[in-house]
C-alpha cells in the first residue's frame, strides 16, 4: 500500500511583537496580546492511496519457451520463475527449477512482460459508450490541472478485462481527454478486478499531468468564443498558466503563506519534478516548440503522445531523453494528423530515442501487441534490422520509463513484478493470443479454464457475460 506521504507544504511565519525603540526604549505594555503564530498547514500528497494488494499466488515455473525479456533479450527454450509475486528467476533450459511449483510447459510458446499501455481512457470513457460514462474531459476551461482522472474511474469497466484477456494488458495509464491545453492528473492503475478506483492503483507510481497542444483545445475553447482559438493563444495561456505556478512555488519554497490551491498544487508538482508530464501532441514543429517552453519554465516532458511527426525530430527527442508513444498507422483524421508515415515507430527506435506503441482507444488496447508487429513490419519493408525481442521494449519496459515505474515492471528481471504473459505463439503474430496472465504471479487469466476469466459486476447477468472473444 502507498500510505499517504505527508508533507508540509507552509512553513511558519511567526511574528514577535517588540517594543518601540523610539521614546527610552518603551516596551509592549502587558495589555497587548502577541501576533498569533501560523501554524504549519499539513496537505496529504496522496489523500487517495493506494489499497492494491495482490491476488493470491503460488510457486510457478513456466518452460520451455522462448522469452521476451522487455529490454530486448531473448532466451529459447527457457524459462520462467514466479514466487511470491515476483520474478525468482529466469534463464535456459540448464537452469535449476524448483521441484515443489506448479509447472506450465509452454513448449512452442512464447513469454513476455504483461503489455503496459500508457494512454488509455479506460474507466473514464467506459463502455457501454453513453453520456452519463463520459466522464474524462473537463471541458469548462482551458486549464484544468487540479481534476484527477482517477476521480472518474469506473472499475466496472468490462474493458479492463478485456484488455487482459484480449490483449494481455497487465498495466495501463489513465489519462484526461485532450480538449484542454492541460487535462488534470492522470493514474497509473494494475488491471486486477477491484471494487475501487484505489484497488487497482499501482503503488509507488508517480502522477503525471496531461497536456494537449493544437488543434483540440484551439477548436473547443475557440468554438466558445474564448481564448485560446489559435496555436499562439494555446502558447500564451501554458505559459501565464506556468507562469503563475512558478510564483505559486517560489512562495512555498520560501516557506511563505499561500491559499491552498489545487491547480497551482499539481504545476508546482510538475516544476519540482514530482510529477511527470504527458503531452498529446502531433506535429513535429509543435513538439519542439513545447521543448522550448519546458525549457523556459524548468519542467521535463516525459512522453509526448501521439507524436505522428515525431520521426522528423527523432534526434532532438533522442536528445532531449523524450519518450514517443505512437500508433502504429493512424493518421488522416485531421491536419494534424495528416503528415504521417508507417515506419514513424521504427525510424524513432533506429535513432536510439524512446519508443512506444500506445492505444488511446478500448479496442484497441485488446490488440497493442499486433500494432507493434505492424510498426516492426514497415520498418523492416524501409530495410530496418530489428528483431522481435527489441520490437518488445516498446510494449514492456520503455512505456515503465516513461512511467516512472520501471524499478518496479516493465521486464522480466529477478525482484520485479512477476506480470507475465504466456503467448501461443509468437505475440507479434496477428494468430496469437494469450493463454495465460499473471499479475503480480497471481493467475488472472487462463483461456483454457473459463473460471480464470474476470468479469466484472456491471456484466454479470447480463447477455454475453464474460465473452473474450
Not at 474511474?153 to 478485462?161: A, I, K, N
Not at 493514474?187 to 492503483?201: D, E, I, S
Not at 498507422?329 to 508507417?342: C, H, I, L, R, S
Request: proline share 6%; with cysteine.
Amino acid at each position: 500500500m502507498v500510505r499517504g506521504i505527508k508533507s508540509s507544504l507552509l512553513a511558519a511565519a511567526s511574528l514577535a511583537l517588540v517594543g518601540c525603540a523610539a521614546g527610552g526604549g518603551e516596551t509592549a505594555s502587558a495589555g497587548d496580546k502577541p501576533a498569533p503564530t501560523e501554524k504549519p498547514v499539513k496537505f496529504d500528497k496522496d489523500p487517495y492511496p493506494s489499497t492494491y494488494k495482490g491476488y493470491p499466488t503460488t510457486l510457478t515455473v513456466v518452460k520451455n519457451v522462448t522469452i521476451f525479456d522487455g529490454e530486448g533479450g531473448r532466451i529459447d527454450n527457457g524459462s520462467v520463475v514466479l514466487s511470491s509475486g515476483k520474478v525468482d528467476r529466469i534463464g535456459g533450459p540448464d537452469m535449476e527449477l524448483p521441484t515443489d511449483a506448479y509447472v506450465v510447459d509452454g513448449t512452442g510458446k512464447f513469454v513476455t512482460p504483461g503489455v503496459i499501455d500508457i494512454h488509455s481512457h479506460l474507466g473514464d470513457y467506459p463502455s457501454p459508450s453513453v453520456d452519463a460514462h463520459s466522464d474524462g474531459n473537463e471541458a469548462t476551461s482551458p486549464t484544468t490541472p487540479e481534476v484527477w482522472s482517477e476521480h472518474s474511474v469506473w472499475p466496472q469497466d468490462p474493458g479492463f478485462s478485456r484488455a487482459l484477456a484480449n490483449g494481455g494488458v497487465t498495466t495501463l495509464e489513465i489519462l484526461p481527454g485532450s480538449a484542454n491545453l492541460m487535462g488534470g492528473r492522470s493514474v497509473t492503475l494494475k488491471n486486477v478486478p477491484a471494487r475501487t478506483m484505489q484497488g487497482m492503483k499501482f503503488p509507488g507510481a508517480p502522477y503525471s499531468l496531461k497536456m494537449a497542444c493544437g488543434e483540440n483545445p484551439k477548436r473547443v475553447y475557440g468554438a466558445k468564443g474564448r481564448m485560446p482559438s489559435t496555436r499562439m493563444g494555446n502558447l500564451a495561456v501554458n505559459r501565464a498558466t506556468w507562469q503563475k505556478a512558478a510564483a505559486y512555488k517560489k512562495k512555498l519554497d520560501e516557506g511563505k503563506a499561500v491559499d491552498r490551491d489545487l491547480a497551482m498544487e499539481t504545476l508546482a508538482g510538475v516544476l519540482s519534478g514530482e510529477i511527470l508530464i504527458q503531452n498529446h501532441c502531433y506535429r513535429a514543429d509543435e513538439m519542439a516548440i513545447v521543448i522550448d517552453m519546458s525549457h523556459e519554465f524548468g519542467y521535463k516532458v516525459s512522453t509526448f503522445h501521439h507524436a505522428v511527426e515525431a520521426y522528423k525530430i527523432a534526434d532532438l527527442l533522442k536528445k532531449e531523453g523524450i519518450c514517443a508513444a505512437m500508433w502504429a498507422d493512424w493518421w488522416g483524421f485531421k491536419m494534424e494528423a495528416y503528415d504521417a508515415v508507417p515506419e514513424n515507430i521504427a525510424l524513432m527506435f533506429k535513432e536510439g530515442a524512446c519508443t512506444i506503441v500506445h492505444s488511446d482507444d478500448a479496442n484497441q488496447i485488446q490488440r497493442l501487441n499486433q500494432e507493434a508487429g505492424k510498426a516492426l513490419a514497415a520498418g523492416r519493408r524501409m530495410g530496418m534490422q530489428i528483431s522481435d525481442e527489441q520490437a518488445w521494449t516498446w510494449l514492456a519496459i520503455n512505456p515503465a520509463r516513461a512511467l516512472g515505474i520501471a524499478d518496479k515492471t516493465g521486464s522480466l528481471k529477478p525482484g520485479k513484478m512477476a506480470d507475465v504473459v504466456l503467448w501461443n505463439g509468437n505475440p507479434l503474430s496477428v494468430y496469437s493470443r494469450p493463454e495465460k496472465v499473471w499479475i503480480d504471479g497471481a493467475l488472472m487469466f487462463d483461456a483454457m479454464d473459463p473460471k480464470r476469466r474476470p468479469v466484472s459486476d456491471f456484466e454479470l447477468g447480463q447477455p454475453g457475460e464474460g465473452d473474450v472473444k
